[in-house]
């Protein structure tokens, strides 16, 4: 990954619906060199795909909660086995699988609070493996569009001992 990536990727993700042609003006690249070095990203698996976003109030769901499980037993297939029900469900926005308290923290998007209860009550409280639920209102939710490229990490210097 260098500079060249770097800007490829900023560029890409500020408009992904431009063409080669944009992108390499944007970037000063030739074209051709710009879409092998797209192609080369896309191979690596940089860059995975290209989404439209979308606004949930607009599809009728504008109500989003975080919801926290913890399951018991801890064993892979209770642990799979409900990572996979719950990303299958339309509700549902994003799915974690954390250590700490929790084993899960599952983003979903609704009609309302009442279809949030039901969405708690009929898909994941019921569920065979769950211990303990917890579900937090979210308010406001800020995402993020584009992610920064770091710099490589430089190696450490030698560390000197004082006796």
């Known amino acids: 990954m260098d500079e ?28 051709s060199t710009c879409l092998e070095r797209v192609r080369s990203l ?19 769901r504008p109500v989003q909660a975080l919801i926290h499980v913890r ?3 801890k064993i892979r297939e209770s642990v799979e086995g409900f990572r996979d029900h719950v990303a299958a469900l339309p509700e549902t926005l994003a799915v974690f699988v954390v250590s700490g308290g929790d084993d899960f923290i599952i983003q979903v998007a609704v009609r309302d609070t009442g279809h949030l209860r039901d ?7 019921r569920h065979r493996t769950i ?4 579900t937090s209102l979210v308010y406001d939710h800020i995402r993020k569009t584009s992610v920064e490229v770091l710099p490589p990490e430089r190696p450490s210097p ?6």
């Not at 490829?8 to 690249?29: F, H, K, S, W």
């Not at 896309?42 to 009728?60: D, K, M, P, Q, T």
């Not at 030698?158 to 006796?163: D, E, K, L, M, Q």
């Open 158 to 163: 030698p560390r000197t001992r004082h006796r």
């Open 131 to 134: 211990a303990d639920v917890r």
């Open 119 to 125: 969405f708690v009550l009929d898909h994941v409280a």
């Open 4 to 31: 060249v990536d770097a800007a490829i990727l900023a560029e890409l993700q500020r408009d992904g619906r431009q063409t080669n042609r944009e992108l390499a003006e944007r970037i000063g690249l030739a074209a």
């Open 42 to 60: 896309r191979s690596r698996g940089v860059i995975e795909g290209f989404h439209a976003e979308v606004n949930l109030g607009s599809l009728g």
């Open 71 to 73: 399951l018991h037993p």
